[in-house]
């Protein structure tokens, strides 16, 4: 064997066991995705068309591997019954596998609170509106009967008796307040009476009463997730767009004739929701 | 020297991988377990325990009329009174709707309580006087108010909405009475009935109308006060009023005037249906019954002529008195004008013992009338031209008569007195109208003017001058002789 081939020998040998192999673990190292950070965003009330897109977007996260943790940007007033619930099981499912943090930035009241309080951590501003634990309703009618509507029994047209509408709105309350202590746990400051009289609070008066965690904005809340799912050299992605959402919307709140927005739902019915005093004199 | 490339070969794979693997994610995450609220163990809460019905078999029947306001834009419909109407008819009293003003002030002189429930309009200083007077003779006041009832108006040009609470209109009302009610509600957040605003009252002021209770659930109600009176339901220490979020031992949900004639309730909804027969509200409402069945309301001559106990009223003329024409005539109206009250009348031939009585008489006291002027101490002297009468001094004898009115045990007694039988029929007349406005009313006696003293005085005994209803003409007979007055002389 001369010279030249003992060369190619040895460069085929190092070839052979460490480039090559370097080069394929390099292949193989890139098949594995940078870490996402999942953003999602609730702006409006939590009603049937914004719940069902923020449930796709939490699906979205619980299914792929690369988003490591959910960052929830609330600012809500809260919404139905039902489309809270719906989005805080997704959540809570989501949640056992990922880390979520929320950020408040506006308002997260009433249903907004509820979703809040299924997550890891929670940041506010200063002077956001947090709380008003609790639910809202109008009682249907006193049963009476329409020349033109004929239906087959007392509470058909109207669903309830106000009797039990009244304490069903207790009950639903009772739920709201298990998520928030269990979600809070010990990280409540509060007793139970001061929580459940429905007050708003300001985000510095929240972190006293320990319905938040910090003071923050959402880049804190993108580092808090990071830490929490233990990623480093992460990236954001807004999961509206990842999951390829495409836009619908519906109203949700009462529109007057002159076209201002107002306060109040646009249908009866039980509501976790925020609503601004009544203009009375 | 395989082994060593092999090592190393692995190396190189594993490096980039590893390196990647751990600049992305260099801890490993455990996740905790996520706790959500057991959905499926809550259930609808319902009132612990309940009086469906309030069994009372042995109820006694005291009888007695309740007026129940609906003509100051009350806030309540007739049907949501029915459990205390139930209460109220077993006791054999009867509840009459009040429709406007003027009926008020008429049938509060027969009246045993007053019912006012939610009222948006505010009353009168005729009425406040009216219902004070009533008060005073001792009938009986139950307020109720109700913090979810109060009249909301939208302005219609700025959209602003206009809260009348019903508090504004009744606390004028029951000022007289230490007792104020405050524009709030109650609320425990910790126990309540289904709902934060709806409180027990588990501690109780001594009273009749408390009387059986344990426990009492509200239904939106007010903050009530007493400053001489006696609060009667009291919440618990976590009862809190809306407007100070704090408990006040001074507050509660009802109260009770100082004379125990007025009551005043911060809730009406514990009386509707189904909250009547929650806890122990059926019981508090039997109890409301018998506070407003339960009045002591003396008769007196400002209320006639509803002062009559019985149903038939016997009249008797005194033996002097003769059944003249004119005199038929005017028993005549009379009974027209007692059947519009529901009363019977009888002429009696013989002085009457028992029942109500109505005693017709000339100064010139014949015996059988004596002892129904006695009680009253008149001085009638034959020879002087005044009566004597006690808080009035002297009273010319003509052109005046007295009504002299004494109520008993065994019915009431009405005696009207004047100088000739000319007058007696004019002052019949004139009560006939059943009006004694232009009699001056001073306890159980009246003085009525029935013509000018001088012009009567004249005439005494001789002839006969006008008598005008007491309703149509200032008391000036003289000037407008009647028919009657003309055909008897």
């Not at chain 2, 425990?188 to 209770?213: C, D, M, P, Q, S």
């Not at chain 2, 009006?435 to 000018?452: K, M």
Request: proline share 6%.
């Amino acid at each position: 064997m001369n010279l030249s081939s003992l060369k190619w020998e040895q460069i085929r040998t190092w070839l052979l066991w460490l480039v090559f192999p370097l080069l394929t673990g390099v292949l193989i190292a890139s098949f594995i995705p940078r870490p996402v950070i999942g953003l999602i965003r609730l702006e409006d009330a939590i009603y049937n068309f914004t719940a069902r897109d923020m449930i796709k977007q939490i699906v979205y996260a619980y299914d792929h591997p690369e988003v490591r943790a959910v960052v929830l940007a609330i600012n809500s007033p809260g919404g139905t019954v039902v489309d809270t619930e719906a989005v805080y099981m997704e959540l809570a499912r989501l949640r056992t596998k990922k880390p979520v943090v929320t950020v408040i930035n506006g308002m997260a009241a009433s249903g907004g609170y509820y979703l809040s309080a299924n997550s890891d951590y929670i940041y506010a501003k200063p002077t956001s509106l947090v709380g008003n634990v609790g639910v809202i309703g109008y009682l249907p009618q006193t049963p009476l009967i329409l020349e033109e509507v004929i239906s087959t029994g007392p509470y058909k047209l109207w669903g309830s008796a106000r009797d039990v509408e009244m304490r069903q709105i207790d009950m639903i309350k009772l739920g709201f307040f298990q998520a928030v202590t269990l979600g809070r746990g010990d990280r409540l400051k509060m007793e139970s009476e001061l929580l459940l009289t429905g007050q708003i609070w300001p985000g510095t008066e929240a972190l006293r009463y320990g319905l938040i965690d910090d003071l923050g904005t959402e880049t804190d809340a993108f580092a808090k997730a990071a830490e929490l799912a233990r990623v480093e050299h992460y990236k954001t992605g807004d999961l509206y767009n990842l999951s390829a959402l495409e836009s619908s919307s519906s109203t949700f709140f009462l529109q007057s004739p002159e076209g201002i927005t107002l306060p109040y739902p646009n249908k009866p019915g039980i509501y976790l929701l925020y609503i601004p005093e009544l203009p009375t004199q | 020297m395989k082994r060593n490339l092999l090592w190393i070969g692995l190396a190189a794979l594993l490096i980039p991988v590893l390196l990647r693997f751990f600049w992305f994610y260099p801890g490993i995450i455990s996740r905790p377990e996520i706790a959500t609220p057991e959905y499926q163990s809550l259930t609808i809460p319902r009132p612990t325990m309940q009086t469906q019905t309030v069994a009372q078999p042995d109820v006694s029947s005291v009888g007695g009329v309740v007026l129940v306001d609906y003509f100051h834009a009350n806030q309540f419909q007739p049907t949501e009174v029915q459990s205390l109407r139930e209460a109220v008819e077993q006791r054999g009293g009867q509840l009459e709707t009040l429709i406007d003003s003027s009926s008020l002030l008429a049938k509060l002189k027969y009246a045993d309580s007053l019912l006012i429930i939610s009222p948006s309009a505010a009353y009168t200083s005729d009425e406040i006087r009216a219902v004070t007077s009533f008060i005073e003779r001792g009938g009986r006041l139950a307020v109720f108010t109700d913090a979810t009832r109060g009249l909301m108006q939208v302005d219609f040009f700025s959209g602003a909405i206009l809260n009348t609470p019903d508090i504004n209109v009744v606390n004028p009302l029951l000022a007289n009475y230490g007792i104020s009610i405050n524009n709030d509600y109650l609320y425990n957040i910790v126990e309540n009935e289904g709902n934060f605003r709806n409180v027990f009252f588990e501690n109780f002021g001594k009273a009749e109308l408390t009387f059986g209770l344990k426990q009492v659930a509200f239904y939106g109600t007010h903050s009530i006060e007493s400053e001489s009176g006696q609060v009667l339901l009291l919440g618990a220490d976590q009862t809190f009023s809306s407007v100070t979020d704090a408990h006040n031992p001074a507050e509660g949900g009802a109260a009770m005037s100082q004379n125990g004639n007025v009551v005043a309730f911060g809730d009406f909804t514990f009386m509707t249906s189904p909250y009547s027969t929650v806890a122990d509200n059926g019981i508090l409402i039997t109890n409301i019954a018998d506070f407003l069945l339960g009045s002591e309301i003396k008769p007196s001559l400002a209320a006639f002529p509803y002062v009559f106990s019985q149903p038939d009223l016997h009249v008797y003329p005194g033996s002097e008195i003769q059944l003249t024409p004119e005199l038929v005539g005017a028993f005549a109206k009379l009974q027209t004008f007692l059947h519009a009250v529901d009363v019977n009348m009888l002429i009696a031939t013989k002085e009457p013992t028992d029942g109500d009585k109505l005693i017709l008489s000339t100064f010139s006291l014949t015996e059988d009338v004596v002892p129904f002027v006695e009680p009253f101490h008149l001085k009638l002297d034959e020879e002087s031209k005044f009566v004597e009468v006690p808080g009035y001094g002297n009273v010319a004898r003509g052109g005046n008569g007295i009504i002299l009115f004494e109520s008993g045990k065994k019915g009431n007694t009405i005696v009207l007195l004047t100088e000739t039988e000319t007058e007696l029929i004019t002052l019949l007349d004139a009560i006939s109208g059943g009006n004694l406005g232009s009699c001056v009313l001073q306890g159980e006696i009246g003085i009525c003017s029935i013509g000018s003293s001088s012009s009567t005085s004249e005439e005494t005994g001789e002839t006969s001058t006008g008598s005008t209803p007491e309703g149509e003409s200032t008391g000036t007979p003289e000037a407008t002789p009647t028919p009657v007055a003309t055909a008897s002389g």
